[in-house]
C-alpha cells in the first residue's frame, strides 16, 4: 500500500507536549538509551554503515514546510530539528529538540513561550548559527501562496496576523523573537495548548530566511531542492546547496550533515548513510529482499499478508508492529436517510463482522478491533476504557451479534430485525489495493442486513476529493475512510472528524457529517483546555458519546508492521509509525 | 494491431466455384458463394473445433448460473472467510471450491464461468459498433472522395496517434465523476470498456473499409449501375455493401479477440467493469501480488482468456482462409 | 520530396496540439478528481484550497490554462520552452521525471524489437516456404498461442516459473530487478523475461504476417516469371518475394515502436519496469494532470514521428510511391 499517499494510513505521529506538565514541572520524556529491545531506543548501536530503506513511491513532498504524509515526516525527523521530538520508546511525551526546554503557556492560553538551544548549525552551505528568527520564518512561510503548508492553517492560524494564501516574504506580527534564542507566540484564541502540539511538527524546523527566500518567491517554492538541515542527517547536496540526493520518485540519499552538534541533540545517529530507492512496487518481492538481506528496513509500504505469515512463522523477531494512533472506520452520512436514525446505526454496528474486514489486511496482527474511537497509545485511550472499552454493547462483538443487530432494527422500526427498505444506497469506495477488498466486504456486510446498496469504485484521490469529502455528493457510506492523529492529542483524532463546526463544503473529513450542538460545544471547550489530564478526560467523555451515536463502524486500530534485515537493530518510532532512522543501526 | 493476412480480393469467392466447374470436380449445380465458403470452413478441422469450443463458451456464459450450481459451487460473489487462513490469505482447489478462492473467499470456478459473460458481452457489442461506424465511415470517405475523404481520414489518423491504453485509462478515470460522461452514458463499468472499444477499433476498421471502397467504387458494375442514373446511396447500399460482407466479418472475427483482450487488460489496470463483478483480467490483476503462493488465481483466468482468445484467433483464421482459396491453410 | 516532408512535419505539429488539446479536455473539463483539494491535505480550509487554486492557476478560464501550457512548452514564445509543467503531487519538474524513465523504455523497446525481429522474419518466411509442412503447423500453432495470451498472463506464468527468488526454476532476475542493476550488462539480464514475454505476441504478429503476405506475392505473375527465367528458388524468394512483402511490414514496425515507446504500461507493471507507460499509468490514477500530459505528448508523439519515418523511408524502398 502507498503508505506515503494514503490518508487512512498516515501515521504522521506528532506527539503534543502535554500542556501544563510543563507549570507543574513534572515532564520528563527523554529517557532514552536503556530499552535495547526493537520496540524503543536501542542499547547500544555500533556506528557506522550505510542503512537502505526500499520505498514504493515518494515522499509527497521533499519540503518540510510542506510534507504532511508520514513518510516526508519520517525523512524530516532525520535531517530536521523541530521545536521538540520525540524518542522511540516514547509517543505520548514530547522532548524538547530544538527548543530548550518545555514550552512556556500563559493562563489564559493565548501566549506562548519557547527558548531555544545555542550551538545548532545550518548545514553547508548556509553554515550559521540558528536564531529565533530562523523559526519566525518557517512558520511564517507555511502560510505563503508558494508554499501553502496544509496543516498551518489548523493548528498555527490562530496567531495573530497569520493569514493563509500570504505572499512570499508576509510576515505574521503575532510571532516575536525578543532575542535571538525566544520566540513568542500570540494567540487570538486561547488555543495555546493545541499550538504546543504543533510545534512538533517539521513546520516549526528552522529555516534560513537570507537563503531560502529567493526561492520561496518561485511558483512553487524551490527550496525543498535546495533545502538545508539542521539534524544529523542532510539530503546530499552539492556546494551551491542544490539538492542532488533528492531524485524525484528514484530516490532519497542522505549523509551526514558535518554541521551536526551531538551534543545539541538527543538522538545517537548512528549510520552514516541512508539510502531510499523509490519504485519498488512489487511489495513481496522488496520485502523478501529486506528479510534475506543486509543492513535494510521498510519504507513506506506494509508487508502483505502472505509475507507476514512467512514472517510469524520463520523469522518472527524481523517484525515489528507499532500501533500508530490511527484507526478506520466506515461512515454513514447521517444527513441521508435511513442513516438518520440513530437505532438503525447502531444496528448496523451491531450486526457487522468486523473480523473479515480485518482479514483483507491480514488479520489479527495487524491490529485491534475498537470498543471506542481513541486509538492505543494516545492520551485518552486508557481514560475512554482502554482495549475492554466502555462496555457499549452494540460495540461489543468483533465478527458481529445478529441477534442484537436485530434488536436495534427493530427499536428503529423494522420489524422484521433487519433493513425492508428497496432504495439503492450509494457507497463509495477507492478501487486502489487493499482498500477495494475492504470496500466488497462491507458491501457484503450491509446487504446481509438488508439494504441494497450500489458499490461505486474509483481511485483513491477521486474517492477523496470528489465524493466521500463533499458533502454535495451525497454519498451514504464511505467505506475506506480514517484517520491519523497529527500529535498525540486526542483532538486532533476526534475534532476534525466528529465536530459538526467543522463540516466543510468541500474537504470534509467529518463524514459522517455528525452535527450535534451540545457535543460540539463540549469539544470547542476541551480545546481550551490546558491540562494534560484535564484534556484526556475531556475527551474521552466526548469520545463515549460519539461511539454512542454510532456515526460509523469502527473496525480498526491499526498496528503497523514493520521488517528489517537480520543486521539491523531497529528503533521503532511511535511517532512517526515506522522505524527511526537517527536511532536505527546496523551491525 | 495488425490483423494477420491480407485477405486482400474477396472477390475471388467468385472465381472459385469457377475453378471447381472447369477441372469437372463437381456436379454443375450451381453453388452460392456462401455455401461454397461454408464447405470450405467446414473441411478446416481446426477451426471447425475452435468455433464449436466458442460455442459451449457462448452458452456457459448464458448458462453461468445453473452450470455452477450444478457443479456445486457458490454463487461468484459469496464471500466466504472460512475459506481464507488467519491472514486472509485464500486457499486453493479444494473438493469444495475446484479452482480455489480469491483473496476475498469467493469461488474461483464460479467467477471463471461468470467471467465469461463480461468478456464475450463487451467483445461482440463493442465490436459490433465499431464495424458499423467504421463501415459507414469508412464508406462515406472513400465513395465521396475529396473533401469528405480528407476530414474523415484525417479524423481517424489523430484517433491513431492516441496511445489506446492511456487515452482509455484517462477516459475511464475522468468518467468516474459523479455523473460520468455524455449525460451518464458512459459510466465506470461496461459502458466505458465498450466506449474505449470502439474509439480504438472504428479507425482501422474504417481504414480497411476505404481502402476496400476505393478500389470497389472503380469496377465496372458500380459505373453500370451509375450509368443506368441510380442514386449513391443506392449504389452504396446495393452494389458497394454486399461486396464488403466477407471482409467484415473477417474483420470482426480478427477484431474480437483483440478486443477480449483490451477489455481484460482495462479491467487489469483498474478501469474496467466494476467489481464485484467478475471479469478475467481483473482477476490477473489481483493475481499479480500473490501469483506465487495462490498459483491458482493467475492460472485458471489466464488459462480461460487463453483459450477464448486462441479459438476466436483460429475461427478467424479459418474464416480467412476459406475465403481465399489461393492461400494454402495456415494451420 | 522535401515538400512531401515539410507537409507532413506540419501535419505531425498539428496532430500534436490536437492529442494536447484531447488530453488537456477529458482532464480538465471532465474532473473526477480535484487536484487543489488534493494537495491541500488533510484539512483543507476553504482559504487553502483557494490559495492553492490560484497557485496553480486552476481558476483561470479554461483556454488560458491550455494555452499557457502550450506556451510553456514551445521555445520560443518568450520563456525557455520546454516546461511540461510541475507535478502536482510532488511539485518537481514533469519533463526532467519523463526523460530520466525514457531508457528504460527505449531499452524495453529496442529489445524486444530486435527479438522479435530475429525471430519472427525468419519463422515467416520458412513457414511460407515450407507451406503445410510440419514445421509450418508447428510454428504457426505456437504462433497463435503465443498471440492469444494477454501479456501480463505470460509474464506472470514466465515469473512464476524462472524468476530467481521465487520461480520454480530459478534462472533470471525477476520483477524489480531493472532499478537494482548497476551497469547496461545487469539492467540487460533484468530485462531478458520481459523481452521474450513482450516479443512473443509481436513475433508471432510479424511471423503470420509475413507468411500471409510472402505467400500470396510468391503466388503473382511476376514470381513465375522469375523462375521460368531460370532464377534459382532463392534468389527468387529473397530478391523479388521478400522485397514487395516486407514492405507493409515497415509500416507495422514503425507503427508498433511507436506505440511501445510510448509506454509498454502491462510489461512494466507486471516487471515492475520504472519505465514512462507505468509513470503515466500512476499519474492517471493520481490525477496528476501535468504528467499525464506530458507523458501522453511523449507517447503521441513518438507514434506520430515513427509514422512519418516509415512514410519516407517507403519512398526509397519503394518506387512506386511518389510524392
Redesign the interface.
Known sequence: MRRS?N?TL?LSVLLALTLGVAACGDDEGDEGGEQGTSQGTPAEGKKGGTLTALWTD??????CG?T?YQMGFQVCSATQKALYGYEPGDAVNAVPDLAESDPQISEDGKTVTVTIKSGVMFSPPVDREVTSADVKYAIERGFF??I????A??YL?DIEGA???ADPGTEIPGIETPDDRTIVFNLAKGTGGTLVGALALPLSAPVPKEYAQEFDKQ???AY??NQVATGPYMIENDESGKAIGY????RIHLVRNPNWNAETDFRPAYVDEIDM?Q????????S?KILEGQSMINGDFDP???I??QVVSNQEELLTLIPGGAGRWIAMNTTIPPFDNVDLRRAVVAGF?R??MR???????IGDIPTHIIPPEMPGFEEAGGLEGPGIDFMSNPAGDTELSAEYFRKAGYESGKYDGTEEILMVGT??GVA??AA??A??NFEKMGFKIR?????Q??M????C?EPK?KVAICPNVGWLKDFSDPQTYLD?TFNGDNI????N?NWSQLDVPELNQEMNEAKLLTDPQERADAWAEIDRKVTELAPAVFWLWDKSPTIRSENVIGAASGYIGTWDLSFTSVN | MSTGTGASDLLHAEDSGLDQMVRGEQAVAARSPLQLFWRRFRRDKVAMTALVFIGILILVAIFAGPITRLFGAPAPNVQQTSALDSFGLPSGPSSEHLFGVDPLGRDVFSRVLYGAQVSLTVAFIGTGMSVVIGVILGTIAAYYRRWVDTVIARTLDVMLAFPVLLLGLGLATACSGEDGCVGGLIQPGLSVVIAIIVIANTPYVARIIRGQVLSLREKEFVEASRSLGASNTRIMFRDILPNLVAPIIVYATLFIPANILLEAALSFLGVGVQPPRASWGDMLSDAVSIFDSAWWFMFFPGMALLLTVLAFNLVGDGLQDALNPKSTKSS | MAAYIVRRLLWVIFLLFVVTLVTFTVFTVLPAADPAVLRAGRQPSPELVASIREQFGLDDPYIVQFLRYIGDILPFLGGDGFNFGYSYQSNQEVLPQILDRLPATMFLTVGAVVLWLSIGIPIGMISAVKTGSWLDRLTMGLALIAISAPVYFLGLVALFLFDDSIGRFPLLPGSGAYQDAENVLGKAEALIMPWCVLAAAFAAIYARFLRGNLIDTMQEDYIRTARAKGLSERRVIFRHGVRSAITPIVTLLGLDIGILLGGAILTETVFNIQGIGRFAYEAIVRFDLPVIQGTVLFGAFFIVIMSLLVDILYAFIDPRVRY
Do not use: H
Request: hydrophobic share 30%; aromatic share 8%; no cysteine.
Open positions: 499517499f490518508w498516515i515518494d515522499v509527497d513532498n521533499i519540503d510542506i504532511y501562496n508558494t501553502n503548508n496544509g496543516y492553517g489548523a492560524g493569514e493563509v494564501g511558483q512553487p517554492s525543498g531542492q531524485q524525484a520518485g528514484r530507492p519504485g519498488n512496487d512489487d511489495t513481496t518481492v522488496a523478501r502483505d499478508p502472505a507476514l505469515k463482522d473480523e473479515a482479514l483483507t489486511r491480514g488479520g489479527e496482527l478501487s486502489d477495494q477488498k466488497e466486504v458491501k457484503e458499490l461505486r469504485l474509483v481511485t484521490d477521486s477523496y476529493t470528489k465524493f469529502n455528493a476534525p466543510l463544503e468541500t474537504g473529513v
